[in-house]
Each structure stands twice: as structure tokens, then as C-alpha cells.
């Protein structure tokens, strides 16, 4: 049966990936150092005798015993308040890492998928933002260390590609949500959530009108799939290309949880973009995916989430 390594396993992203590729049956090693990752997040695959952890920082040497016919490399710290915190690692991750895990497939005769995102189009100045786009990106700002170093990893993805004709693929991920986000990960959704739960004020960065398109974990993970089994080597977007402003968000998860929280804003962030929103066209016509889950769906399974991982709420 197939060996399928997950860098980054035990994070958001990576734990739902390491449970679809056991139900497609294939063998998983997850590796993760446990810097921004979760052990809790699977617990529960432990014990099934084709999964196994390895606790691995991928900046160090990576290597796995036996065959592997397939690397998805996730780790790294992905939301700002853990690369702003971690600024030096996450272009470790991205640079050493991606270097160390590319290594090891050329070895191993394994094909690559590298989880970008759509930080690497910066502040767009194209909208939607297609895959051809170039970006607008500042390169010594503070999101810079996340940007770039998901750009430089693109890059040396290509380079093994065609240099050392290793198979890869690379996957443009934008905004994803749903169970297994931490509430303190600084990103939009589980902050307003943590928020509206407990009560307090939503805090929204300038005066909301920036833009994101949010898709569902369940749809980022088909979509992942797809084009790690297809033949395109070349950036695929996968995300939901239904745009919303932050605070219309903000007034859906008010909503959502009954809460009695207002809307506060705060002075918006360095370089944060102004507009975000996929074209899928490509992910359409070559892997034959698209979003299915809408938000309002999406927003009631991981508020359900919350509510039991979180324990009590003080509203609603």
C-alpha cells in the first residue's frame, strides 16, 4: 500500500490530511515538532498500527526509514501570530525545510506537494488573483519572513522539478477554516469566535473593509488531494472564491453564536492585503474541484467544534 509522509502532521491542516490519507489506505507518517502543531489534534490515530508520529523539527536533516511514495510538506508556522512570534523558524521551515523534504523525495523517488498560499500574491494589485500573477510583495516587511519564504519554497519546488525531475506539485491555499484551529492562532475566524463566545468586544483591524474568501477544511483537503494524484506541476489556488468583507465576517459569527458582543476596530497592520479572492478556473478544469461546503454550513460545524473543545461558553 502506498507511504505517505505529512510534515507538519499534528497542525490544523496537516492532522485532517493524515486522516484522509489513512482512509484512502495508505500508511502515514506524521512528523511534526510540535512548535505551533498539537499532539491532541491525533490523538485519536494513535494506535492504528499505519500511523506512525515522529517528533522531527524538518530545518535538521530529514530522513524515513523505508519507502514513500508521497510528501506533503505543511510544516510551518502559518498564522501571524505565530510567524511574527517566530519569525527566524518560519523561514527555516520554508527554506531548509522545503530543501531537507525535496532531498529526501529525489532519494526516495517520492512525489512532492508543497503547501503555499495566497500570501505569496501580497497586497494584489490583480483581483480575483489568478495563478499567473506575480504578486505584490514586501519582501523586508513584517509578514515578509511568511511571504517570502513560501515564495522562496515555490521556487526550489520548481527547481528540483526540473532539474532533479522530481515529481512535485504545489498547492496555493487561501483562507481555510474549521475544527482543530486554535482560538489564540490570531486568525480571523477563531478570534471572533473566542470572542463572541466569551463576550467580549470583536476586534477588527482598519474599518473592515478588506476582503477574504473563507473555505471549508473538508473542501481545502479534497482539493489538496486531487491535485497531489494529478499530473499538474505547475501552482493550483484552492479556495472558495466567495468574497466577504471582515466585517460583514465579524456580523455572521455575531449572529451565528447569539452573542451580545460590538464590533471595536483596531488600527490595520503593516502590508496586511486589502483584497482577497481566488480564481479557481485552473482547479476547475484540471482536477474538477470546487468548493461545496458553504460558509454558513462551514461557520455551524466549527462553532460546534469550539463548544466542546472549548468548554462552556459565557453566551449564548
Not at 466567495?242 to 453564536?257: G, K, N, Q, Y
Request: net charge negative.
Amino acid at each position: 500500500m502506498p507511504r505517505t509522509l505529512i510534515t507538519g502532521g499534528a497542525g490544523f491542516l496537516g492532522s485532517h490530511l493524515c486522516e484522509r490519507f489513512l482512509a484512502e489506505g495508505h500508511d502515514v507518517v506524521c512528523m511534526d515538532n510540535l512548535v505551533t502543531g498539537n499532539p491532541d489534534n491525533v490523538a485519536h490515530l494513535i494506535g492504528n498500527e499505519r500511523f506512525n508520529f515522529v517528533h522531527h523539527d524538518v530545518t535538521n536533516f530529514v530522513y524515513v526509514e523505508g519507502d514513500l511514495d508521497y510528501i506533503l510538506h505543511f510544516a510551518s508556522p502559518a498564522s501571524p501570530i505565530d510567524y511574527l512570534k517566530l519569525p527566524i523558524q518560519t523561514l527555516k521551515v520554508g527554506a531548509l525545510g522545503t530543501h531537507n523534504c525535496l532531498g529526501l523525495a529525489k532519494a526516495k523517488s517520492a512525489r512532492f506537494l508543497i503547501a503555499s498560499t495566497s500570501e505569496v500574491y501580497g497586497d494584489p494589485l490583480v483581483h480575483p488573483q489568478t495563478e499567473e500573477y506575480w504578486g505584490n510583495v514586501n519582501p523586508v516587511g513584517f509578514r515578509g519572513v511568511y511571504d517570502e519564504a513560501k515564495r522562496f519554497a515555490e521556487a526550489i519546488t520548481m527547481a528540483y522539478h526540473r532539474y532533479h525531475r522530481v515529481e512535485t506539485r504545489i498547492v496555493r491555499i487561501f483562507n481555510t477554516y474549521g475544527p482543530r484551529m486554535r482560538l489564540d492562532d490570531g486568525r480571523a475566524l477563531p478570534a471572533f469566535m473566542g470572542q463572541a463566545l466569551r463576550g467580549e468586544p470583536i476586534t477588527v483591524f482598519g474599518d473592515g473593509s478588506q476582503t477574504r474568501s473563507f473555505q471549508y477544511v473538508d473542501d481545502l483537503i479534497e482539493g489538496i488531494f486531487r491535485l497531489l494524484m494529478s499530473n499538474e506541476s505547475e501552482p493550483v489556488n484552492i479556495g472558495n472564491p466567495d468574497e466577504i468583507s471582515i466585517r460583514e465576517f465579524a456580523e455572521e459569527v455575531v449572529a451565528l453564536i447569539g452573542s451580545s458582543s460590538s464590533i471595536t476596530f483596531e488600527p490595520l497592520p503593516a502590508d496586511d492585503p486589502k483584497v482577497r479572492q481566488p480564481d479557481i478556473s485552473k482547479a476547475r478544469s484540471v482536477l474538477n474541484w470546487e468548493p461545496k461546503v458553504s460558509r454558513e454550513d462551514g461557520l455551524k460545524r466549527t462553532l460546534a467544534y469550539f463548544r466542546e473543545h472549548v468548554g462552556t461558553p459565557l453566551t449564548a
